[in-house]
């Protein structure tokens, strides 16, 4: 089946560590994104990929970092930076990137992270 | 800085009845309005506009944009019990040196009562 995947479904982590949220997808997608919910907040950007080895800041990339090595994988890591780490993660992907205009986006199941 | 506001942020309608969802947007060189219905967790895609006066359709679900007022409706007509969801729209923009902005309002969330 295609789609796309996020993993763990629940994290939880201690103040002061990094930690690595995983995004795969087999639709062949050129395009992955990152976002983060809070109540009352809707979605908000973290970094978007347009393609592979590319990626570029949204509106709230302070204390992320991605990569974009594999067409298929787009992993962020949460550092010890991000001040208000815990909020439900969503990880998406799309044919053409927002150079398309934004296309049909298809959402992974998300990650909630919580940091004790 | 861009800016999307949708209205209402909660509906409560009983089935049947016609609801018009609004979005209305500030940004600078607009490419494209995006229209997502959230349920439990993922978001799923609606529509994309990029025209104004053109009017997408979906079954019972219709949106337009108007470039002039800088707003978009989503119209959904025959309302049912399962289009009780968090209905969110977002804005893409280009931002400059091949980068884009995506910026989402915060939704409205529509309660469908039986």
């Known amino acids: 089946d295609g789609g796309i995947t996020q993993s763990p479904k629940y994290l939880f982590r201690k103040e002061g560590q990094n930690v690595t949220l995983s995004c795969e997808q087999n639709l062949n997608h050129d395009a992955m994104y990152w976002y983060r919910q809070d109540p009352g907040q809707g979605l908000r950007l973290i970094y978007y990929s347009q393609i592979v080895n590319d990626f570029q800041k949204g509106d709230i990339a302070e204390g992320y970092s991605v990569s974009r090595e594999k067409k298929e994988s787009f992993p962020l890591t949460v550092t010890s930076a991000q001040k208000n780490p815990t909020a439900f993660y969503l990880c998406?992907?799309?044919?053409?990137?927002?150079?398309?205009?934004?296309?049909?986006?298809?959402f992974g199941p998300g990650t909630r992270l919580t940091v004790l | 800085e861009d800016k999307v506001v949708q209205s209402p942020l909660s509906l409560v309608v009983h089935e049947g009845d016609t609801v018009t969802l609004n979005c209305s947007y500030e940004v600078t060189n607009f490419r494209s309005l995006l229209w997502y219905k959230q349920e439990k967790k993922a978001p799923t895609f609606l529509f994309m506009l990029?025209?104004?006066?053109i009017e997408k359709k979906s079954g019972r679900l219709s949106s337009i944009l108007d470039k002039k007022e800088l707003s978009s409706i989503l119209n959904i007509t025959a309302t049912q019990t399962g289009d009780s969801a968090i209905y969110l729209c977002?804005?893409?923009?280009?931002?400059?040196?091949?980068?884009?902005?995506?910026?989402f309002g915060k939704g409205t969330k529509l309660s469908v009562i039986p």
């Open positions: 977002a804005v893409v923009a280009y931002s400059g040196a091949g980068s884009y902005q995506l910026t």
């Open positions: 998406a992907s799309s044919r053409p990137g927002l150079a398309g205009g934004g296309d049909t986006q298809y």
């Open positions: 990029t025209s104004s006066g």
